[in-house]
């Protein structure tokens, strides 16, 4: 057996790293609204309160049973269970049985934390059940002045985060999958939860080169934002949600700064298509490579040990 080969499957350090992590996007859960959602390995229901507040919780009623997710309703800031009318408040707890006098102490369904920052509804995950102790901060790209509204994609992969949060340490696969004109030098430092990566590029754009600098800042595992300057200002919002042991549902998030002006408009659109198609390259590698954790390394791979080192605490 390899070293890739553990008791959890493909990967030898967990699936379900701590931190915070997207449920959805604001406007794909609307007020009144419930969704079941399956994120960590584990059945969760997603809803909002007629008052805006989102909310997530284990998705089983403590009853007997019922998803909450497949007809549940919202009843102002509760949610019912669909089997027997049960209500819970935004903090899980039973608040209403119809048919009883008597609401039994242990009537609660565990509830996450969340925040909605960044037009994201996202959850903090700890195995061990303990509190958040880091924040996701304001992107101020998304909704300034000047800046397109952020455009979204959409990618299920079957790999850990790990092998595609690493992609910003490992310069050179710029080169040999996505096509710079050199390796990109590349500097990293970490500031408790946040790791930050700057690399420098040489590229070539419509009638020769130019150079741009691409600044990483990773905000624990499931909340990285990337800022490109030097061609057009652009900002994207990488928010990676393990599904399960082997499958990671990813959504980037796009902005460019256009000022308004008709031909920034359209480099914008090129620039977004090509950096979806960037992330496309790396798919076919991330999905069938196996991992090390000791990798055999050489001059110019990048700060990969850094940002391991990193990710340490989050597992």
């Not at 794909?28 to 960590?40: A, D, N, R, T």
């Not at 754009?205 to 909340?223: N, R, S």
């Not at 919002?237 to 998030?253: G, L, M, P, S, Y």
């Not at 990798?295 to 990710?311: E, H």
Request: net charge negative; hydrophobic share 35%.
């Amino acid at each position: 057996m390899n070293e890739s080969q553990s008791a959890q499957g493909r990967y030898p350090y967990t699936p379900y790293p701590r931190g915070w992590f997207r449920v959805a996007f604001s406007d794909e859960i609307s007020p009144g609204e419930v969704k079941p959602i399956h994120y960590f390995g584990e059945e969760l229901v997603l809803f909002r309160t007629e008052a805006g507040q989102a909310r997530v919780f284990d998705a089983f009623c403590p009853h007997l049973g019922a998803h909450l997710g497949h007809g549940g309703t919202v009843v102002g800031e509760s949610l019912r269970c669909p089997f027997h009318h049960w209500e819970f408040n935004g903090e899980g707890k039973c608040e209403s049985i119809p048919y009883a006098e008597r609401i039994p102490p242990k009537a609660k369904v565990p509830c996450w934390p969340i925040i909605e920052r960044n037009g994201i509804v996202m959850v903090y995950f700890d195995p061990a059940k303990k509190a958040p102790d880091f924040e996701i901060p304001e992107v101020p790209e998304f909704g300034g002045e000047g800046w397109t509204t952020p455009e979204i994609a959409h990618w299920e992969v079957r790999a850990g985060w790990l092998d595609m949060n690493e992609n910003c340490v490992d310069q050179a696969h710029f080169k040999y999958i996505h096509g710079t004109l050199s390796i990109p030098p590349t500097e990293a430092e970490t500031q408790g939860s946040v790791h930050r990566t700057v690399s420098q590029f040489r590229m070539r754009i419509p009638g020769g080169e130019g150079d741009a600098q691409l600044v990483t800042l990773d905000y624990g595992p499931g909340f990285q934002v990337v800022r490109i300057t030097g061609l057009i200002d652009t900002v994207l919002v990488n928010t990676a949600t393990a599904i399960d042991a082997e499958r990671t549902d990813v959504k980037f998030a796009y902005s460019v700064k256009v000022d308004g002006e008709t031909r920034k408009a359209h480099l914008a659109e090129a620039v977004i298509k090509d950096l979806r198609q960037q992330f496309e390259h790396d798919i076919p590698i991330w999905e069938n490579k196996t991992y090390w954790s000791k990798p055999v390394l050489c001059t110019g791979d990048g700060p990969i040990s850094n940002y391991r080192n990193w990710y340490s605490q989050f597992v």
